[in-house]
């Protein structure tokens, strides 16, 4: 994992590089307003669309108020999957443009490649994650991204478009 993590250059798309400048202030504010959310979900995965633009304006400040506001990460996750549309991957991503130093969004990719690393030793396909498995993930990212002097994003953006990369056949089976 390490040869990965120091062989794999940085790199973010125009759309990513777009929403990382518009929410530069993100960590400074206690919420997220619906345009502001909808521009994240949408960045993550747009098939629950539907489901994303049926929360309020008033349940989306609220939930994002009470994640924001906890030091506990397991709750923060938690509580964002309170949104409709939004399961764990989704409030990762959340929490990745809320504060990236500290958070990765978590993808079958990188869990595939923290698997095949031994890193993480449950759900070998990387789906349907679990709140435990939620908090292993973070455990392992920071503990990367401290060992290597990086962010919690660029490890598992590393890691990423190292499997993106490399991937043979299908992504989902």
Known sequence: MI????????????????????????NNQDYLSKEQILKILMWKSPRPKHLYHSNSEE???EITHHAFKTDNDSLKIHTLTALKGVSYPAASAILMFH????????????WRQLYKAKL?????????????????????IRKLASDMNLTARQVEKRIFDYDKNTQEGNLYK
């Open 99 to 110: 504060n990236p130093t500290k958070f990765a969004v978590i993808d079958i990719r990188v």
């Open 120 to 140: 993480v030793d449950s759900n070998p396909i990387g789906q349907n994650f679990s709140l435990k498995e939620c908090k292993i993930f973070y455990q392992v």
């Open 3 to 26: 040869a990965i993590l120091k062989n794999i250059p940085d790199f973010e798309d125009k759309k990513t590089i777009s929403l990382f400048e518009e929410f530069d202030a993100l």
């Open 59 to 61: 349940d989306i400040n």
